[in-house]
């Protein structure tokens, strides 16, 4: 089986810079999406700086998750991120809580990354992946 490594490697070798950067900031947002959800599981809504919806954006980021496509998983990413308020941590936050406040800190940094390469991405498109 190929390594994660492998691939990263390959997309180096093979396509512009641009489109390898976009591709695995995009695999970043999957990996740390799927460390919210798996951490989602052991927090406590109530000790979480979160949004009413926030019940509502995890199951959208599960369903998400399970499709495998990368833009609806994007979009619920993003949702699911904007119902934190990472600008406070309630008292009562417990260790679960705290993994999950790190990871959603992380999601947020794989989606800026992902925001910025993609406009790097589109004159490629635009000129059909020709040098």
Known sequence: MTSYEEIVRNRAAMLPPELAR???ANDEVFRAATICAQLAADADPSAL???????????????????????DVRKAAHRYHDTFDLTRTPADTGENE????????????ALAEVEEARPQVLPIIERGNRP
């Open 22 to 24: 976009l591709m695995n």
């Open 49 to 71: 700086p979160v949004a009413d919806d926030y019940i509502d954006a995890l199951d959208q980021l599960d369903t998400a998750l399970a499709g495998r496509v990368v833009p």
């Open 98 to 109: 705290r993994q999950l406040l790190d990871a959603v800190a992380i999601l947020g940094r």
